[in-house]
């Protein structure tokens, strides 16, 4: 074990994760007075910086216990390094003249700066999710690091975008399982290791034929099964990717569903469509999203009630839910019961800001733009689900719109890769947009 370093932590960090102080195992840590301030403006209110920034406090209250921290720190917890509130120190003069504005992040560099200094024979490096003071700090020669600590590797995320596996197999193997009895063969017959639960797969027959085979392995019945192609309320699969999500969303065994792809894949009209389709085997279907297109401004900044502050955030689920409705005529059964379910409550808009203690019971979940959750939010979301409760998260991680969340970082990769391999959870990444042509061009070229 090599000697401890000592890490400057940034604000975003711990508004980010408020555990944070204890995964930097034997390391020691140092949280500028600057921090302190800017947490102490976040501690009141019911989103999840505020929730950080009190569970931040009452754990570094819980070290301290009463006492100061000294020249040495406080000790963190068992196996952990020491932690220590340092006052704010100003640059030197050879670097003062450039950060003239006194602002916090000059404030926590300038600290950073000092304390490297004063220890020249350790390791000392300031962690930040903030790029532009990751900039500054590199500008004067100062060690810095991004919060890596729930992050996804790269090839993580390229192996979620190619689950669909691609072979081509015998034509005896083939015409079995896509016209025996059971529609489905032991996994022996073409593979040697046993797939992961719900592996995805795409068949080609042998020889000159094009035509493209769906399976899905299914870990209860040890069987790779036919996927075919299925329609919920009015809504049919256009491509393979398609049919995968969907066979997957109306499958009662597999309880959570995470659906990616870049806009107009179609996620959240067949998350929607399959939730309709089952409307009577739940009790309530639930649409949500995160709202952060306001830059972070609390739901209290919007007039009227909650339903009224929420619509702004939710139209977009309601176009999707228009799109269903014109498949069939105004009169027809299947529309009046989609304005049936929308007045009795059935199908009700609910903000995420709210859900943290309730338990979801028999419950058809929808959560869009999950890409903005962080990966304690996405927890809390599924450890609200009760029994017999249905959830699906669809996003983008691509665009993202909170500022400390990328690719790597945010809930819905965490998700993916968390529950990779689980038998009741099935990802599925969507590539073609089925918007329209004008879409499509767009998402490829602009």
Not at 77 to 105: M, R
Not at 129 to 145: E, F, P, T
Not at 337 to 344: P, V, W, Y
Request: hydrophobic letters at 35%; glycine letters at 6%.
């Amino acid at each position: 074990m090599g000697k401890p370093k000592i890490f400057v932590l940034d604000t975003n960090v711990i508004l980010h994760d408020h555990k944070a102080i204890r995964k930097f195992r034997e390391n020691n840590l140092v949280i500028p007075v600057a921090v302190i301030e800017e947490i102490d403006k976040f501690k009141k209110g019911t989103d999840t910086l505020s929730y950080n920034a009190r569970g931040f406090m009452r754990d570094l209250d819980r070290i301290t216990n009463g006492k100061d921290f000294g020249e040495g720190g406080l000790p963190i917890g068992k196996d952990l390094g020491w932690i220590k509130v340092e006052p704010n120190h100003p640059f030197s003069e050879e670097y003062a003249e450039f950060f003239t504005d006194d602002i916090p992040d000059h404030r926590i560099l300038s600290t950073a700066m000092w304390v490297r200094d004063n220890n020249p024979r350790t390791f000392v490096a300031l962690v930040t999710k903030d790029i532009n003071l990751r900039m500054k700090a590199k500008a004067v020669g100062m060690d810095v690091q991004d919060y890596l600590t729930d992050k996804v590797k790269d090839e993580r995320i390229e192996e979620a975008q190619r689950e669909v596996q691609m072979m081509t197999l015998d034509s005896d193997v083939l015409q079995e399982l896509c016209y025996g009895p059971e529609t489905a063969v032991h996994w022996d017959r073409i593979f040697k290791k046993e797939p992961v639960p719900n592996q995805m797969f795409e068949f080609r027959w042998e020889g000159d034929r094009d035509e493209v085979v769906c399976a899905r392995y299914d870990t209860r019945r040890d069987r790779i099964v036919l996927v075919k192609t299925r329609e919920a309320y009015g809504i049919r699969p256009r491509n393979d990717e398609q049919k995968l999500a969907l066979d997957a969303l109306l499958n009662p065994q597999i309880d959570l569903v995470s659906l990616t792809g870049g806009a107009g894949t179609g996620k959240t009209l067949l998350a929607l469509a399959a939730a309709l389709e089952q409307e009577r085997d739940y009790e309530q279907i639930f649409l949500s999203r995160p709202t952060v297109v306001l830059g972070n401004q609390d739901l209290g900044y919007l007039p009227g009630d909650q339903k009224q502050k929420m619509s702004p955030f939710l139209q977009p689920l309601m176009d999707n839910l228009n799109v269903i409705k014109h498949q069939f005529r105004p009169t027809s059964k299947e529309a009046q019961r989609i304005d049936s379910m929308l007045t009795q409550e059935k199908l009700i808009i609910e903000p995420l800001a709210y859900i943290r203690g309730r338990s979801l019971g028999k419950c058809f979940f929808i959560i869009d733009e999950a890409q903005n959750l962080t990966p304690h939010e996405m927890k809390t979301i599924i450890t609200r689900a009760g029994e017999g409760t249905k959830m699906v998260f669809t996003g983008d991680i691509f665009q993202i719109d909170q500022p400390y969340l990328d690719q790597w970082s945010n809930g819905l990769t965490h998700l993916g890769e968390k529950m990779y391999g689980q038998e009741i959870f099935q990802h599925v990444f969507l590539r073609k947009g089925e918007r329209s042509a004008l879409s499509e061009l767009a998402a490829k070229l602009l």
